[in-house]
């Protein structure tokens, strides 16, 4: 008889998300198990849980999905789960916590429509947070100098470092702004401009479209208003706006929940499947790739 596809969502937060399990279920999962407060200690149980179960020719039919708001602790737990697999007695992990991969791979795909990665420049507003970290990561793997702009030059530096222990050969820059005034020097020269700060953080004032120069494409990724690049609509899908194409957070999040749910059907293809920030963008720009 053929196992039910089960999913383990394992999320790090007091409350596992709802919109993770809904993406789920809509991704044709047959049953969810959802488990909050995942942390070091009580993972591994739930990985040995999963992988000794069923038998190895039924392990495509059990899954696990990483999420949660702390990006770096679902990581963690991403390689720790990896590390606690035994030969054949593994299965398909996921790790996206609070959507960060799958939107980032979403954007920088989006903007790959309108410019090559290689030696095309990024510059990243919130570019220390998890959105922002990971659309850097991304960029700067196929070959763009990627500034990563921050209220912190602290943080914009940890962002850097721990960019580059995973992309060695990334060119990463910091950019410390206060004021919105800040922006025109953050961004002048640049090809692209990314806004991934925090739910409401608005970065521009209203004119900043007419007096960026250079910028090919701007991406603002805050869904909760104000929007984060006055002037971009959030359902902007390569709008032309000023002569630049602007993409606002509804306008990438279809390609995002397109990512979001095809990586976990793929979950179920094999045990043997592993997504991550990497893994995930391939997938989309396969997605894209193949029109799907």
């Not at 390689?79 to 007695?89: Q, T």
């Not at 910091?174 to 608005?202: K, N, Y």
């Not at 603002?220 to 359902?235: E, M, Q, S, Y």
């Not at 997504?275 to 790739?289: A, D, H």
């Amino acid at each position: 008889m053929t196992k039910r596809k089960v999913l383990l969502q394992l999320d790090v937060d007091q409350l596992a998300s709802s919109f993770d399990a809904l993406v789920a279920i809509d991704s044709g999962v047959e049953n969810l198990l959802q488990y909050s407060g995942v942390n070091r200690e009580n993972l591994i149980p739930l990985v040995h849980g999963a992988i000794f179960t069923r038998g190895p020719a039924d392990l495509r039919n059990t899954a696990i999905f990483l999420g949660g708001s702390e990006a770096a602790t679902a990581d963690a737990l991403y390689r720790i789960a990896l590390k606690n697999f035994f030969g054949p007695l593994r299965v398909s992990v996921m790790c996206d916590p609070n959507g960060a991969n799958t939107t980032a791979a979403a954007a920088v795909l989006n903007i790959e429509k309108h410019l090559a990665l290689e030696n095309s420049s990024f510059s990243i507003l919130g570019g220390t947070g998890p959105v922002g970290s990971r659309v850097a990561r991304i960029a700067a793997a196929h070959g763009a100098l990627v500034r990563i702009c921050s209220r912190s030059e602290e943080r914009a530096e940890a962002t850097i470092e721990a960019i580059k222990q995973l992309v060695p050969q990334a060119r990463l820059e910091p950019f410390v702004f206060m004021t919105e005034s800040d922006i025109s020097r953050a961004t002048g020269g640049f090809d692209v401009l990314v806004a991934a700060g925090a739910a409401g953080a608005s970065f521009t004032l209203p004119d900043w479209l007419d007096h960026v120069p250079g910028i090919k494409v701007a991406v603002d990724l805050n869904a909760v208003p104000p929007t984060g690049l006055l002037g971009i609509a959030p359902r902007d899908a390569g709008e032309l706006r000023s002569g630049i194409h602007c993409y606002g957070a509804l306008g990438v999040g279809n390609l995002k929940m397109k990512i979001h749910k095809g990586c976990l059907k793929q979950l179920f293809e094999s045990n043997d499947r592993c997504f991550n920030t990497t893994e995930i963008f391939k997938y989309g720009r396969f997605l894209v790739n193949s029109g799907s």
